[in-house]
Structures are given as structure tokens and as C-alpha cells.
T-cell receptor, first 111, second 116 residues
């Protein structure tokens, strides 16, 4: 079945450093979403990418969808303690709205 | 409407008992999803509805799991003859099917199930 691999599993950074998480699929994706889940909380939608090569920015967050629509990345510039949480990608393939979530990258930011 | 709500928030049951969870989505949302999440893992897809139609169900889901959305509004997820391996957080999410914010999933707080 479809799988979405996400790396790294954990990342500890000093406040102010940058952070990147990557999502990879062996199959071509229809669209990919990114969510953030704080400890003890539920996933919160961040962004959806649909087009090949698409790049979207939200303040310090930059999201990319690969040209082949098989991978995506989330980059945070100058991390802050409020960025702490687990970041998940969620992807679907053509013809379905079933979303497969990646394993997540847990980010810790050291002040 | 303040968002997706789920009831109960916590459920402790004995192995072999049946449990039912309820999800109330955002009122204008056509799609409703059920996921299961265990510690350190991402949400695992269980099933989704568009209006009252159940369009897809995970092949990983045994026959003990069933979900309904009879009027295209709230949904219930029932687990029969619970097993200890069913212990998890059960998350519901809803989304629009059309428009500029289509597919953006709004999650509820979840129901944490513990099977003793």
C-alpha cells in the first residue's frame, strides 16, 4: 500500500537555527498537506500543495512540492520556542481523498 | 460553530466490550474522516465519508470496526469486541469538498480509548 516516509524522526535545534523536514513517496501524489501537532494536542492544518514544483511561504515557514510530485519539504527559518511540536505530512493520490500521514518529525527548540 | 467535537474524550473499557464514539463535524463540511493515532505515530487512516456515503475504508480495519454517518452530519465509530491493541487516540476530522479551502482537514480533540 501507499507509504509516506518522513525524515528525520527527531530534530533538536537551538533557538534561531533553521529546521527542515522531508517527506518522500514512491508513488506520484495528487496533493500533499502539512500539519503541526503540539504535545497533547491534535493536528492543525498548515498548508496544502497541489502543483508540481510549487513553493508556498507562511512567515518563517517555506513549503515545497517536488517537480515529480513524489516529495515535499517544510523549512522553518530562525526557529522559535513556539515552533515546538511534531510536523506531519499527509498525502493522497489521484482518484481518492484518503490521506496517508507520514511518521512525523518531532521538533524540540532549545532556548 | 466552534469546530469539530468528539464525545467522549476518554473511554476505558474491558476487553471484549463494545464501544461507540461520536463526532460532530463543522456544520458545512461535506467530508468526514476517522483516524487512529498511537503514541509516536502519525494518524492512521480508518475511513472517510462524503456526505452520508462511506467512500473508502482501510483494508487494515477488521470487521469489528464500523462507522456511520446516517444524515451526512454527525458520525459514529463503533468497535465491537474490543482488544487491548485497539487502545489509541481516535481522531475525527472534517473538510469541505469544494471551494478555495477544499480538503483542509480540521481535527477534533480525539477520543482516547484504553482497553484493559
Amino acid at each position: 500500500g501507499q507509504q509516506v516516509m518522513q525524515i528525520p524522526q527527531y530534530q533538536h535545534v537551538q533557538e534561531g537555527e533553521d529546521f527542515t523536514t522531508y517527506c518522500n513517496s514512491s508513488t506520484t501524489l495528487s496533493n500533499i498537506q502539512w500539519y503541526k501537532q503540539r504535545p497533547g494536542g491534535h493536528p492543525v492544518f498548515l498548508i496544502q500543495l497541489v502543483k508540481s514544483g510549487e513553493v508556498k511561504k507562511q512567515k518563517r515557514l517555506t513549503f515545497q512540492f517536488g517537480e515529480a510530485k513524489k516529495n515535499s519539504s517544510l523549512h522553518i527559518t530562525a526557529t522559535q520556542t513556539t515552533d515546538v511540536g511534531t510536523y506531519f505530512c499527509a498525502a493522497t493520490t489521484s482518484g481518492t481523498y484518503k490521506y496517508i500521514f507520514g511518521t512525523g518529525t518531532r521538533l524540540k527548540v532549545l532556548a | 460553530d466552534t469546530g469539530v467535537s468528539q464525545d467522549p474524550r476518554h473511554k476505558i473499557t474491558k476487553r471484549g466490550q463494545n464501544v461507540t464514539f461520536r463526532c460532530d463535524p463543522i456544520s458545512e463540511h461535506n467530508r468526514l474522516y476517522w483516524y487512529r493515532q498511537t503514541l509516536g505515530q502519525g494518524p492512521e487512516f480508518l475511513t472517510y465519508f462524503q456526505n452520508e456515503a462511506q467512500l473508502e475504508k482501510s483494508r487494515l480495519l477488521s470487521d469489528r470496526f464500523s462507522a456511520e454517518r446516517p444524515k451526512g452530519s454527525f458520525s459514529t465509530l463503533e468497535i465491537q469486541r474490543t482488544e487491548q491493541g485497539d487502545s489509541a487516540m481516535y481522531l475525527c476530522a472534517s473538510s469541505l469538498a469544494h471551494g478555495g479551502r477544499a480538503n483542509e482537514q480540521f481535527f477534533g480533540p480525539g477520543t482516547r480509548l484504553t482497553v484493559l
